[in-house]
């Protein structure tokens, strides 16, 4: 056998004499390889998973009907972000729900109750009856860039513990929560996001959570928006310690009043008309 063709055919089997750094490689535990093999975003996004994982859960929303008929009224994910069973999620995956179920990565099914909402910017707190349980860090979205890395987590169609990675594509966007208040500061990133997603979280490579996934464009890929994190940390912090979150209105009341017949004959109107009377006042 040709001499050439032989020490091919040793190649291609392993039985080459000749010393190769892969064959060290090879002889060392699989893990070390494994770990060695993967790049830099590979090892960042692992981390992430095995930090966060554990911490989102998948949300069922029912609402009773009659005896011990339940129907589904929503679905979606969340994030644990305390070890005593308190959750952020999503206020349309709790929507109009008055029976809670939540499933974590181990399987297990915990029993919730609402313990606070906040339609205008589309964010509730929600608690397991549970403690001791893994939990997440909210982090701060100011530090966030264009083109960072970000990974989503969550439960799209029911597929549990779903990953997907991004970058942040724009910051500082607007989005009309479903009362119409205009949510500002939103991230908008390229993680892929399916029905199911809503209420996971959005964290950077340090592990932090730094925006809630709430929203995508029907028929568009790669636009996926978030509720940043300094927003869902205040909104926590009003839930927590007031139950609701407070907020100052600025309102206008008025009256009518007629019209003095003087002015309505120099501006040469064409009835007594009425003007009304403004008082400015703040609600908080």
Same mark, same amino acid.
């Given at each position: 056998?040709?001499?050439?063709?032989?020490?091919?055919?040793?190649?291609?089997?392993?039985?080459?004499?000749?010393?190769?750094?892969?064959?060290?490689?090879?002889?060392?535990?699989? &893990?070390? #390889?494994?770990?060695?093999?993967?790049? /830099?975003?590979?090892? !960042? $996004?692992?981390?992430?998973?095995? %930090?966060?994982? *554990?911490?989102?859960?998948?949300?069922?929303?029912?609402?009773?009907?009659?005896?011990?008929?339940?129907?589904?009224?929503?679905?979606?994910?969340?994030?644990?972000?305390?070890?005593?069973?308190?959750?952020?999620?999503?206020?349309?995956?709790?929507?109009?729900?008055?029976?809670?179920?939540?499933?974590?990565?181990?399987?297990?099914?915990? &029993?919730? #109750?609402?313990?606070?909402?906040?339609? /205008?910017?589309?964010? !509730? $707190?929600?608690?397991?009856?549970? %403690?001791?349980? *893994?939990?997440?860090?909210?982090?701060?979205?100011?530090?966030?860039?264009?083109?960072?890395?970000?990974?989503?987590?969550?439960?799209?169609?029911?597929?549990?513990?779903?990953?997907?990675?991004?970058?942040?594509?724009?910051?500082?966007?607007?989005?009309?929560?479903?009362?119409?208040?205009?949510?500002?500061?939103?991230?908008?990133?390229?993680?892929?996001?399916?029905?199911?997603?809503?209420?996971?979280?959005?964290?950077?490579?340090?592990?932090?959570?730094?925006?809630?996934?709430?929203?995508?464009?029907?028929?568009?890929?790669?636009i996926g928006f978030s509720i940043p994190g300094n927003t869902?940390?205040?909104?926590?912090?009003?839930?927590?310690?007031?139950?609701?979150?407070?907020?100052?209105?600025?309102?206008?009341?008025?009256?009518?009043?007629?019209?003095?017949?003087?002015?309505?004959?120099?501006?040469?109107?064409?009835?007594?008309?009425s003007i009304t009377h403004k008082k400015a006042f703040v609600?908080?």
């Amino acid at each position: 056998m040709d001499a050439q063709l032989e020490h091919l055919l040793k190649l291609i089997n392993g039985e080459t004499d000749n010393f190769d750094p892969a064959d060290e490689l090879d002889r060392r535990p699989a &893990s070390d #390889t494994d770990l060695e093999l993967l790049d /830099a975003y590979s090892r !960042a $996004v692992v981390s992430v998973v095995d %930090s966060v994982g *554990p911490a989102v859960v998948s949300i069922s929303a029912g609402k009773n009907r009659g005896s011990a008929e339940v129907d589904q009224v929503g679905a979606g994910s969340g994030v644990i972000i305390a070890p005593d069973g308190y959750i952020l999620t999503n206020d349309h995956v709790v929507q109009n729900a008055n029976r809670l179920k939540v499933r974590l990565t181990d399987g297990a099914t915990l &029993s919730a #109750t609402v313990i606070g909402k906040d339609p /205008a910017t589309d964010l !509730a $707190v929600i608690r397991a009856d549970a %403690s001791y349980l *893994p939990c997440s860090t909210l982090g701060s979205s100011d530090r966030l860039r264009v083109g960072q890395l970000v990974i989503a987590m969550g439960n799209p169609f029911g597929f549990q513990s779903t990953v997907s990675t991004g970058v942040v594509s724009a910051l500082g966007r607007a989005l009309r929560s479903t009362q119409g208040r205009l949510i500002e500061n939103i991230i908008q990133h390229t993680a892929p996001l399916n029905p199911g997603n809503s209420g996971g979280p959005l964290v950077d490579s340090a592990a932090r959570v730094v925006g809630i996934n709430t929203a995508i464009i029907v028929m568009a890929q790669g636009i996926g928006f978030s509720i940043p994190g300094n927003t869902a940390r205040w909104v926590v912090s009003q839930i927590l310690t007031h139950g609701r979150v407070r907020r100052g209105f600025l309102g206008i009341a008025g009256r009518q009043r007629p019209l003095d017949r003087r002015i309505v004959r120099f501006h040469r109107l064409k009835k007594n008309g009425s003007i009304t009377h403004k008082k400015a006042f703040v609600l908080i």
